[in-house]
């Protein structure tokens, strides 16, 4: 392996397996979509220019290059414009990395930044569920069963706050605030980002259910779903 491409795969090395998790505090899917969208830019780079892996370098990549790629996610590999985004990003957090600890790709990553993110011009229609169609679902689970009370509450919980699933797994019981007028849960969102969402009154209320069946006595640090 020349020595061009020795130092490109050094630093994706380095952004994936430190940077990313251990600086930037990425969380695990992320820097798995990182991965996926460096591999895939990587790969492409191997196709478009004939080059085999081992040859690949910083040499390779230009502000062409990286529209022609572009092109490529949405027309031969019908990438939505959301997916396409999220690739261009990954590249250029990538490069930008790399441009910090060599100042020479400082112009490479200058040119591939000023690549703009696309505009879905799609209408977005928002869905709801009818009353009835939420009736039928929350009437799925047993509640006389340990299970049937725990996922009745969750499903509640994830439709009052609109929160992931995993953002509501992720929930401690010292993220509940239960106390005055306005009562709300805080959600550690992506990024490690929080944000305060308040709660129904009936939402409360089987809460207030919830935890004297399952943490009578926990402590704030107990995960409010038991793993």
């Given amino acids: 392996m020349k020595n061009d491409a020795l130092s490109f795969y050094r630093l994706v090395r380095d952004f994936l397996t430190v940077y990313l998790p251990k600086q930037r505090g990425a969380s ?12 895939l830019f990587i790969d492409y780079i191997s196709m478009a220019q004939g080059r085999p892996l081992a040859e ?3 040499g390779c990549i230009s502000r062409h ?12 590999r019908k990438y939505s414009v959301s997916s396409r985004n999220q690739r261009i990003s990954a590249v250029k957090s990538f490069l930008r990395f790399a441009a910090e600890k060599d100042k020479t790709l400082m112009p490479l990553y200058l040119d591939v930044e000023a690549v703009p993110k696309k505009k879905d011009t799609r209408a977005h229609v928002i869905e709801f569920f009818s009353e ?4 039928a ?5 047993n509640r006389s069963k340990k299970n049937g009370h725990r996922d009745l509450f969750f499903m509640i919980l994830m439709y009052d706050t609109g ?8 929930l401690r019981l010292g993220d ?10 805080i959600l550690a969102g992506k990024g490690a980002k929080t944000r305060c969402v308040p709660i129904m009154e009936k939402t409360c209320s089987h809460l207030e259910s919830y935890q004297r069946r399952f943490h009578a006595t926990g402590n704030s640090d107990d995960y409010l779903f038991l793993r």
């Avoid at 679902?137 to 689970?141: H, K, S, W, Y």
């Avoid at 509940?176 to 849960?185: D, R």
């Fill in 132 to 135: 009835h169609a939420l009736e």
């Fill in 176 to 185: 509940i605030c239960l106390g005055g007028s306005s009562p709300f849960v």
């Fill in 137 to 141: 679902i929350l009437a799925q689970p």
């Fill in 163 to 170: 929160a992931r699933a995993q953002e509501t797994l992720d």
């Fill in 65 to 76: 290059l990286v529209d022609n790629f572009l092109l490529w996610l949405e027309t031969e």
């Fill in 28 to 39: 695990p899917n992320t820097a798995k979509s990182y991965k996926e969208a460096l591999n």
């Fill in 56 to 58: 690949i370098s910083f």
